[in-house]
């Protein structure tokens, strides 16, 4: 099974799933909307908010963002676990996705679950979809992990692969009011966000060249060929990454705030 904008990934407008309203910001960006929206009740009323006051309460509002679609490879009954990789062979990457809400305040004890494909570009439970024949247990690549009080979700992977039609992503949906049950696994709650994740285009090239992602023979879509990403940047879902190391193998942190409303 292909993820292309013409498969399930895709429709008239597959980017606004739901239509709900979400924020999506740097952590620097949030950090200076938290403050200017503190500040706005004490900027100026509307009876006497002046034109050189106006900007300044217009600076407190969050940048609006549709949210992506979900696509074919999601399953229910994600495990909630901080490392989702599993022994799966890959450049290790450390993310921190941090959740604030409508006024960009930290939103603690969101379960935010993350899922993507191997460096063979298969997703578990899928396997064979996308060409590759290797084992599946149903839940590599796939968990989720509750948020800190600070708002942030701590997950341990690697950098996924890609297959026919797609650049790099990663799928991610954010819940609320979950309950944690005895398998280790979630159930209730409230999705607030379904979103992707998104890679810059000069790293992944040079992770497409390190042994097993060197293996994947399927045509490599690029940031700027997808079908799903709209070039937003952070706005639509592009991680920070910085660096572990020295070298591409060494791995990668990559860093975005997800705001959510509802």
Sequence with gaps: ????????????????????TVLIATGTTAAALAVGAAAAPEAASAATRTPDTAPAAAA??????????????????????????????????????????????????????IWHAD???????????????????????????????????????????????RCIH?????????????????????????????FNETITTAVARISPYSTNTVTRTTLSQDGIYDGGGASSGLLTLTALGSSTSSGYTGTLTLGVSG
């Design 1 to 20: 099974m292909t993820d292309t904008p013409h498969a399930q990934e895709a429709g008239s407008d597959d980017r606004s799933v739901g239509r709900r």
């Design 60 to 113: 407190a509002v969050c940048t609006l963002t549709k949210e992506m679609t979900e696509g074919p490879y999601y399953l229910d009954g994600a495990l909630v676990r901080t490392d989702i990789t599993e022994g799966k062979a890959g450049v290790p990457l450390k993310l921190a996705l941090t959740v604030v809400n409508s006024a960009c305040t930290p939103v603690s004890n969101a379960l935010v679950e």
């Design 119 to 165: 460096a063979l570009g298969e997703y578990s439970g899928y396997v064979g979809s996308n060409g590759h024949s290797e084992s599946d247990d149903g839940t590599f690549l796939r968990g989720g992990v509750l948020t800190n009080p600070s708002g942030v979700a701590n997950l341990t992977t690697i950098y996924p692969g890609w297959y026919r039609g």
């Design 170 to 198: 990663i799928h991610v949906k954010v819940h609320t009011g979950v309950t944690l049950t005895s398998d280790g696994s979630f159930t209730g709650g409230k999705t607030l966000h379904t979103g992707q994740l998104f």
